[in-house]
């Protein structure tokens, strides 16, 4: 039963920073990694392709911190709306007493 090998995305990422500086031979690369040339090339072009998104503002990762701001935001106003009515109780209830 042949199973395939999954790699990190550390692993891929050091391979492709070695194919790009070319300093070696691809087959040397692939050689001392134990992967195969155009192994190599695949993730070399995918880097390529998917490596300025890295930069891109829109992102996921932006999208959700900007929620998770707005969020925060939302909630930051609710708890000064509760805490203004606690004051307002308060205040209520204290003048109840001098009654």
Not at 1 to 11: D, E, L
Not at 21 to 26: D, G
Not at 32 to 50: A, G, L, M, V
Not at 51 to 57: L, P, R, V, Y
């Amino acid at each position: 039963m042949n199973t395939r090998k999954t790699y990190s995305s550390k692993f891929k990422f050091k391979v492709v920073l070695e194919a790009l500086t070319e300093r070696e031979t691809l087959q040397k690369i692939a050689n001392d990694n134990e992967i195969t040339p155009s192994q190599i090339t695949r993730w070399t072009d995918d880097f390529k392709k998917k490596g300025s998104d890295i930069f891109n503002k829109t992102s996921k990762d932006s999208k959700k911190i900007d929620l998770l701001e707005k969020e925060q935001k939302r909630l930051y106003e609710v708890i000064g709306e509760k805490t203004m009515e606690v004051d307002w109780l308060k205040k209520r209830l204290g003048n109840l007493g001098e009654l």
